[in-house]
């Protein structure tokens, strides 16, 4: 397992992320959620699960690149699924990661 990041590593992915994916950001917030992994909206703010700072950085890339990419892709569907594989390759693996956490936060969705 890869060593996990501190907020400002974190936030350094998304702003790398963000120029990869040619999105642009307007502030990335880390907090406490109880219901999901990450949120966006369309004024480019992003909020990300506090609790993904104890994951390691493949876990958190794969919330990362899936938040973003809802930036020109508002849905789960073909297109959106084929992005994620050629940034992440087999995303699905970290999708199961997160589904296999403890029961307190198995519900969560990104």
């Not at 973003?68 to 959106?80: A, E, I, M, Q, T």
């Amino acid at each position: 397992m890869k060593k996990s990041l501190d907020k400002d590593e974190f936030k350094g992915r998304v702003r790398e992320w963000a120029t990869k994916l040619d999105v642009k950001v307007q502030a990335i917030a880390l907090r406490p959620m109880t219901n999901k992994w990450a949120s966006c909206s369309t004024a480019g703010k992003l909020n990300f699960n506090s609790e993904l700072l104890e994951y390691d950085r493949d876990v958190a890339d794969y919330v990362i690149v899936h938040e973003l990419l809802h930036f020109s892709v508002p849905n789960h569907g073909k297109l959106w699924k084929s992005l994620m594989r050629a940034h992440l390759g087999d995303y699905e693996r970290f999708d199961r990661r997160l589904k296999r956490l403890p029961a307190a936060v198995r519900k969560r969705k990104s």
